[in-house]
């Protein structure tokens, strides 16, 4: 296949898709777009059953299109905080999205089951043909996450052939039949787990929780962004966490204001958490989490065998009758602190430039490319690199802070943020009510507090020994 076009953008998840949506708005440009999964949304086709996102909806997914309806959760541990979308939803939603927009559109050709080499190959993995594909404007690199999920990742230690360890996929079918579940793995998924089990009545002693980290969590309250009514705990704790940045004396220090402001969570209060991988968790489910009382930390495991865990530190003898849910799979471990570019020559590598958006930060590097001039465009997109501890994540909110500010400096870009969808905080500031008092303390608190806190975030993540 001989194809020419003016952006070759090399994978169709969360991020290809938030890039490409938007440049299809901005410009008149054709796109192909390949991957070497069968259809568009990346790892969320091969999600477990129960997974749903951490964030609401109404900030995730592309600019032109919502996902979800905009409601806000009536039972369980969400209730009162905006749905999150289950992984059929958004599943679905990237499915349309391929169906009913973009390739109606005439300027998107996509090439499912297709693998981009390092070396500029290109080939069909069903029928093994080469493509050659001419790039008029740039190649785009959307598979810089590329996120490890259990369904697909290889597992890095050993199980013994009488052993049943699976991916969180097949937990709802298989649960029933041992006599307790082992959840290996102590983030996102491990705890997604846990709730789901927890949910459906199953009794918190039957579960042993292998989690050789403690991890700090944000707290959902601070993620509203639909209704202006959130403001106060939405930008307000934005603002709380910004006079936090720019006084605390030390990585432990910030840990400890940070908590005492409610703005991030930790299970065991016993234990300073080593991890910090983002996760946005309601205070019901931190409650909810406590509950297990089997919590196995031993560092990591080596090996499974019927009756036995061979542990870093140790055996652990557990029943044999124990189904085993692998949730170690690392999202992030693979890119934290790799940094380059976000724009080359003829080359675009779409990074995270907001803190823990990979959506809102493709669609708006898309929106650089059509709307800043080429040698300045780096200057609005440094990267905020991967997080995998609490000072990573120091360095990441400087960065992303110094884009904000050179974002809120140019008039192009305030144009297209105050209509994108995925900033929630950007429309809840365009609305908000410049005669009430107290939002007007919250705002000025926040700009007087910007450059001091990026210059202190910076000082004590160095102190702590990370480069930035
Ligand atoms: C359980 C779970 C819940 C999450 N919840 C949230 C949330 O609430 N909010 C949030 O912001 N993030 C969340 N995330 C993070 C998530 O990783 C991102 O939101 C987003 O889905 C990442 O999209 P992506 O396009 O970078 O990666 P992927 O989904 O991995 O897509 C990349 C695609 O590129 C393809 N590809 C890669 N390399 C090549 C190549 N060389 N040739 C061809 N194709 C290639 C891959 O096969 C894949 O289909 C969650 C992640 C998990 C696992």
Redesign the pocket.
């Known amino acids: 296949m001989n194809l020419e076009t003016d952006y070759l953008v090399?994978?169709?998840?969360?991020?290809?898709m938030a890039f490409v949506d938007t440049i299809l708005t901005e410009t008149d440009a054709h796109v192909v777009m390949?991957?070497?999964?069968a259809v568009p949304g990346?790892?969320?086709n091969e999600?477990y059953p129960f997974?749903r996102?951490?964030?609401s909806g109404s900030t995730?997914g592309v600019t032109s299109k919502p996902l979800g309806q905009s409601r806000i959760e009536t039972t369980g541990v969400n209730a009162g905080f905006e749905e999150l979308s289950s992984g059929p939803e958004i599943t679905r939603y990237y499915h349309e999205l391929m169906e009913e927009t973009f390739l109606p559109s005439g300027r998107v050709t996509f090439l499912p089951l297709?693998?981009?080499?390092e070396d500029g190959r290109i080939w069909s993995t069903l029928s093994g043909e080469e493509h050659t594909i001419k790039v008029r404007k740039k190649k785009v690199f959307?598979?810089?996450?590329?996120?490890n999920?259990p369904a697909t990742h290889t597992r890095k230690y050993e199980v013994a052939d009488s052993v049943t360890c699976l991916p969180p996929n097949d937990l709802p079918l298989q649960a029933p039949k041992f006599k307790q579940v082992c959840i290996i793995g102590g983030g996102?998924?491990g705890t997604?787990c846990i709730i789901w089990l927890l949910k459906h009545g199953y009794d918190p002693d039957r579960i042993h929780w292998i989690a050789p980290r403690d991890a700090w969590f944000l707290n959902r309250k601070n993620f509203q962004t639909l209704n202006n009514s959130q403001f106060e705990d939405t930008v307000g704790g934005q603002a709380k966490a910004m006079e936090i940045y720019a006084a605390a004396e030390s990585v432990t220090d910030l840990e400890d204001r940070m908590e005492e402001a409610g703005l991030w969570q930790r299970i065991d209060t016993n234990r300073r958490p080593t991890m910090f991988h983002a996760s946005i968790v309601a205070e019901k489910e931190i409650e909810e989490l406590r509950k297990i009382k089997n919590v196995i930390r031993k560092g990591h495991v080596q090996r499974i065998e019927p009756g036995k865990l061979v542990m870093d530190e140790g055996e652990v003898a557990i029943d044999a009758d124990t189904l085993f849910i692998d949730c170690t799979a690392s999202?992030f471990k693979d890119y934290v602190n790799v940094r380059e570019p976000v724009f080359q020559p003829g080359e675009i590598h779409i990074q995270v430039i907001r803190q823990?958006?990979?959506?809102f930060s493709a669609a708006l590097i898309a929106a650089i490319e059509a709307r800043i001039p080429e040698d300045d465009k780096n200057n609005y997109a440094r990267p905020a690199p991967g997080i995998d501890t609490t000072t990573d994540v120091l360095l990441v909110l400087a960065a992303a802070m110094e884009n904000t500010m050179m974002w809120m400096s140019s008039p192009e870009l305030g144009e297209w943020r105050s209509a994108c969808r995925l900033d929630g905080f950007a429309s809840m500031v365009d609305n908000a009510d410049m005669n009430d008092p107290k939002t007007m303390e919250i705002l000025m608190s926040m700009l007087s507090n910007g450059e001091p806190a990026i210059q202190n975030l910076r000082k004590i993540a160095e102190e702590a020994g990370a480069s930035s």
């Open positions: 090399i994978g169709s998840g969360a991020v290809g390949l991957d070497d999964r990346g790892h969320w999600s997974v996102l951490h964030q995730y297709t693998r981009y080499e959307a598979n810089y996450l590329t996120t999920i996102k998924t997604d999202a823990f958006q990979p959506c």
